[in-house]
């Protein structure tokens, strides 16, 4: 498969204060390694119109985080979502991924595409930052689709070791768009148990145990793809955080780096049934550096070797 990299200059700009988790480190390790790869196509991040982000955030929010961004020094959205004078244009380009993404897909450019940027998203709610998130890039995605491209079936998938709670309030209501997690609980951020179903059975989290490994996580994989049979999805979109690493210093969950590679590989193989491959990934969490560059990399083989 042709499968592309979207990146962002920005990212790198967006501080969040020494020793943070959720530092420009990351995406320079991801990117670093992905380099060494000659099967890649790479692309930047392009503007969008940023009305765009109405669809899934309120006025209100979007202006107040416009009005968050510090002239210098680091501003706290929450106790721990930080923001600089680069987050203004960071912010932006995250999202701009996504939107660059999907239309390299549409437009028949490469089959499949991750988006190696940050901000993260997935915490994100309607009207709130949290939990390193400001703009909730996935589901700006999402709405992207439904919006532009008048598609009517759209499936997230969120493999970051933490409950995206903001992907869940965004689509709570919406048949179009079905969200699943897989993720440690109880933990941060307290949402995600079995009885959050969505208004339209569009919800399915799948709390995972500290302690959880490789073949347990596998097994309650199996809900997962489950789900997407029935559903159907036209698209789907990842929120790929690498975070259930073994070696993740915010995580109980114990996967391993090539765990990725299958989990790409089984979603990608149910994507073949239904939306012919057309799959975009944006980072999400996964805070030792190693451990993300190599679960990233992995990441990227099963994306590159799917054959429809």
């Not at 999805?233 to 765990?259: Q, T, V």
């Amino acid at each position: 498969m042709k499968t592309a990299i979207i990146t962002s200059d920005t990212s790198i700009n967006h501080l969040t204060g020494n020793g943070h988790p959720e530092k420009p480190d990351r995406v320079t390790a991801v990117i670093e390694k992905l380099k060494l790869n000659k099967n890649l196509i790479w692309d930047k991040s392009k503007k969008f119109d940023e009305s765009l982000l109405n669809l899934t955030h309120s006025s209100k929010y979007i202006s107040e985080v416009k009005k968050s961004f510090p002239k210098n020094g680091l501003n706290f959205l929450d106790g721990d979502t930080i923001v600089s004078p680069g987050s203004k244009r960071a912010t932006i380009d995250a999202v701009g991924s996504i939107v660059c993404a999907i239309d390299g897909i549409e437009n028949k450019n490469f089959n499949n595409a991750f988006c190696a940027v940050r901000p993260p998203g997935h915490h994100a709610e309607k009207e709130k930052a949290m939990g390193f998130c400001i703009y909730n890039n996935v589901a700006v995605g999402a709405n992207y689709l439904i919006d532009k491209y008048k598609y009517n079936k759209i499936a997230i998938i969120d493999f970051d070791v933490h409950h995206g709670n903001g992907t869940q309030d965004i689509f709570y209501e919406n048949e179009k768009v079905l969200y699943i997690s897989t993720h440690q609980y109880p933990y941060y951020p307290g949402t995600g148990n079995e009885k959050e179903k969505g208004k339209h059975q569009n919800i399915l989290n799948i709390p995972l145990p500290a302690g959880t490994n490789s073949h347990q996580y596998f097994s309650a994989y199996e809900h997962v793809l489950k789900k997407l049979d029935e559903f159907k999805p036209e698209f789907i979109l990842l929120s790929a955080g690498f975070d259930a690493h073994y070696r993740d210093p915010l995580s109980n969950i114990n996967l391993k780096s090539s765990d990725y590679y299958e989990i790409t590989k089984r979603t990608l193989v149910s994507s073949k049934k239904y939306c012919a491959g057309k799959v975009v990934s944006i980072l999400e969490g996964g805070y030792d550096l190693e451990a993300l560059a190599e679960s990233t990399e992995e990441h990227i083989k099963a994306m590159i070797e799917f054959k429809l």
